[in-house]
């Protein structure tokens, strides 16, 4: 069957696929092309244009200390930290989801699927409160603590799933010869899932890498803000924006989550690697 003058309807709907699929990826390339051409526009405004006049002034006005170093530090520190914890929480807790069978186990996911949905805006006044009386507020390690609770239950679904996929026999083997729980789930289990853990290390710092709402709610002192609170401070209160350092700052805010996923790319798509682990 073939479409108006004389074109195959196969090829016209597979043409207009790929035309809805460019317009796609130009609306996601249009914010990063601006992003890319303003950081070097001292004139830099809303519009996307060539610079006439390519500089390093957004770049060397943001440099500073107060403006780039001190935050990336504190978001490194905060988000790094919360990080370990959601990982290694995030194993223990799927280890026995994973590998026993219990009547509380589908409740309890289900408990953790319905956590995954609650806005944490619906929980920061009450933790604020709790917070303050915990003398938890204003404290990196509490703002840690909060975003790596926050993040844990997507986290256990996701570690439950790449574990399901390492076989038991392999610690009923690490059993036998008197290894304890522990220990297969550190020297088996875990050294097999390495790119599911990988993947939840990622995920888990992007997502905090980007929170504003809850460092802006928790921390209060300027010099413990991450970047993610301290680039709202390129917005002024009349409305003025400074476009060009917005976009430089940006750049340089965005580049540690990309540094991370470039340096552990290779290992999420490398598989599991189950060679070599069956016991002799």
């Known amino acids: 069957m073939r479409g108006v003058r004389g074109v195959p309807a196969a090829v016209r709907r597979r043409l207009a696929a790929d035309l809805a699929l460019l317009t796609a990826a130009a609306a996601?390339?249009?914010?990063?092309?601006?992003?890319?051409?303003?950081?070097?526009?001292?004139?830099?405004?809303?519009?996307v244009r060539l610079p006439e006049d390519p500089t390093t002034e957004n770049f060397d006005a943001v440099l500073t200390e107060e403006i780039t170093f001190v935050p990336l530090l504190n978001s490194l520190v905060l988000c790094?930290?919360?990080?370990?914890?959601?990982?290694?929480c995030a194993a223990l807790a799927a280890y026995?989801?994973?590998?026993?069978?219990?009547?509380?186990?589908?409740?309890?996911?289900?408990?953790?699927?319905?956590?995954?949905?609650?806005?944490?805006t619906a929980v920061m006044v009450p933790v604020y409160?709790?917070?303050?009386?915990?003398?938890?507020?204003?404290?990196?390690?509490?703002?840690?603590?909060?975003?790596?609770?926050?993040?844990?239950?997507?986290?256990?679904w996701l570690m439950k799933n790449f574990m399901d996929g390492v076989p038991v026999s392999l610690e009923?083997?690490?059993?036998?010869?008197?290894?304890?729980?522990?220990?297969?789930?550190?020297?088996?289990?875990?050294?097999?899932?390495?790119?599911?853990i990988v993947v939840v290390t990622v995920f888990s710092f992007v997502a905090m890498w980007g929170n504003f709402f809850v460092p802006f709610m928790l921390l209060l002192s300027p010099e413990r803000?991450?970047?993610?609170?301290?680039?709202f401070t390129f917005f002024g209160n009349t409305g003025s924006v400074v476009y060009g350092q917005l976009a430089a700052f940006s750049l340089?805010?965005?580049?540690?989550?990309?540094?991370?996923?470039?340096?552990?790319?290779?290992?999420?798509?490398?598989?599991?690697?189950?060679?070599?682990?069956?016991?002799?």
Request: glycine residues 10%.
């Open 129 to 156: 409160g709790l917070f303050v009386q915990v003398e938890l507020i204003d404290t990196v390690y509490g703002t840690a603590l909060f975003l790596a609770a926050a993040q844990l239950p997507v986290s256990i």
């Open 172 to 196: 009923e083997a690490a059993w036998t010869d008197g290894a304890s729980s522990l220990q297969a789930l550190a020297r088996i289990v875990l050294p097999l899932m390495g790119p599911g």
């Open 80 to 88: 790094g930290g919360a990080t370990a914890v959601t990982v290694c």
């Open 225 to 231: 803000m991450p970047a993610s609170v301290s680039i």
């Open 96 to 120: 026995p989801l994973s590998r026993f069978r219990s009547r509380l186990a589908r409740p309890y996911l289900l408990t953790i699927l319905f956590a995954t949905s609650l806005p944490v």
């Open 28 to 47: 996601f390339a249009l914010p990063l092309v601006w992003l890319l051409l303003s950081s070097v526009d001292a004139g830099a405004g809303l519009r």
């Open 252 to 280: 340089l805010y965005s580049a540690p989550a990309v540094l991370l996923y470039l340096l552990i790319a290779r290992r999420l798509g490398g598989g599991f690697t189950l060679g070599g682990a069956v016991k002799g």
